[in-house]
């Protein structure tokens, strides 16, 4: 890989060391602690009501599961922004891909299948389209932002294979 020219530091040594650092497992001891209550009504709401679990099966076996956040509305169709994991779990199977489904659920037992409307293995994102969800919070989440304590926590919220909210918090 080719030297970056920005002062006397290598970016691309720097920019791995960091990497592996942010990937390695460990997290704070605190980071289990049930963030959820200390939320706002309204900010658990919105929260809640714009993650879904996206789930890759063939039949009863779920291959890959990840949450994904609502992005748009075309018209009936739903977009949600996920990880590119999907796809790559996706390609990793030896199986027809016309066995495979993805399974989209939100709240509770409200369930639909989604199909891949674009993604991007180096920015490491997917999008999966949805018909058919009614009550789901889209669009900018700066109003939901807002009520945070700023710079106290870092909240993460996704939603399990099972529909449940799933928080996580860091100090």
């Known amino acids: 890989m080719r030297r970056a020219k920005r002062g006397r530091h290598d970016l691309t040594r720097t920019i791995h060391t960091c990497k592996t650092e942010w990937v390695s497992g460990r997290f704070p001891v605190d980071s ?3 963030v959820w209550d200390g939320l706002s009504d309204v900010l658990k709401s919105y929260l809640s009501k714009s ?4 789930a890759l099966r063939n039949g009863d076996t779920i291959l890959f599961s990840c949450s994904g956040i609502a992005m748009e509305r075309q018209g009936y169709n739903l977009r949600f922004l996920t990880t590119a994991g999907l796809v790559r779990a996706m390609n990793d199977t030896n199986k027809d891909s016309d066995d495979l489904e993805i ?4 709240e509770g037992d409200e369930v639909f299948m989604g199909c891949l409307a674009e993604f991007d293995l180096h920015r490491d994102f997917a999008v999966v389209a949805v018909s058919g969800f009614d009550d789901i919070q889209f669009g900018p989440f700066q109003r939901a932002l807002e009520t945070l304590p700023h710079g106290e926590v870092l909240v993460a919220v996704g939603r399990g294979v099972s529909g449940k909210v799933r928080p996580r918090a860091w100090n």
């Open 51 to 54: 993650v879904a679990s996206i």
């Open 32 to 34: 289990t602690q049930d």
């Open 103 to 106: 399974e989209v659920r939100h």
